[in-house]
Antibody, heavy 119, light 107 residues
């Protein structure tokens, strides 16, 4: 069974850092573009970042560019999101999502990990 | 960046009703649009990809149509488990933006 499992969320002060992980299983991780999507409490979905299959290409939303870094380890089948200079408005559930090759849509999601930025 | 405008934000309906949600893109995205269902505390679930293709395992009462800038999502006969929030998302080019969401409520 294909699965994604996020971890690493928690409470952090404004200006702090956090590293999220997303462990993949049940599919050939290195063959797929991976994404991070977040959802602030009671709000809609916001695409945050994407990374190509080899890790050589990365893309960011304006809200993440310059503060967040997406990366992957294709040996450990794990996706990462390094979040620095965190702000209160980064508070959200962070989901990782797999992009299907042919559909190009996000066909597999993790359960999410909560990040709270507060003093 | 391509913006996606989804309407309505809330929809009240009854079991058995036919409902339609609209999504409009700020520029031509061909058919690079997906529809998701999200229930409270859960991850989004892909229902429709490439504007009109039904994801495997999704009931046929769900459908999508459109191309270019105008898209619609229809549930032909609402079932109790369909009351949830629905999102469209374009994936023509980064950033892949989502619509604002439509909450489907029981009338």
């Amino acid at each position: 069974e294909m699965q994604l499992a996020e971890s690493g969320g928690g409470l952090v002060q404004p200006g702090g850092s956090l590293r999220l992980s997303c462990e993949a299983s049940g599919f050939t991780f290195k063959d797929y573009v991976m994404n991070w999507v977040r959802q602030s409490p009671g709000k809609g979905l916001e695409w945050v970042s994407a990374i190509g299959e080899s890790g050589g290409s990365t893309y960011y939303a304006d809200s993440a560019r310059g503060r967040f870094t997406i990366s992957r380890d294709n040996v450990k089948n794990t996706l990462f999101l390094q979040m620095d200079s965190l702000r209160v408005d980064d508070t959200a559930v962070y989901f990782c999502a797999k992009r299907d090759d042919w559909k190009r849509a996000f066909d597999l999601w993790g359960q999410g990990t909560m990040v709270t930025v507060s003093s | 960046d391509i913006q996606v405008t989804q309407s309505p934000s809330t929809l009240s309906a009854s079991v058995g009703d036919r409902v339609t949600i609209t999504c409009r893109a700020s520029q031509n995205i061909n058919n690079w649009l997906a529809w998701f269902q999200q229930k409270p505390g859960k991850a989004p679930k892909l229902l429709i990809y490439k504007a009109s293709n039904l994801e495997s395992g999704v009931p046929s009462r769900f459908s999508g149509s459109g191309s270019g800038t105008e898209f619609t999502f229809t549930i032909s006969s609402l079932q109790p488990g369909d009351f949830a929030t629905y999102y469209c998302q374009h994936y023509h080019s980064y950033p892949y933006t989502f619509g604002q969401g439509t909450t489907l409520e029981i009338k």
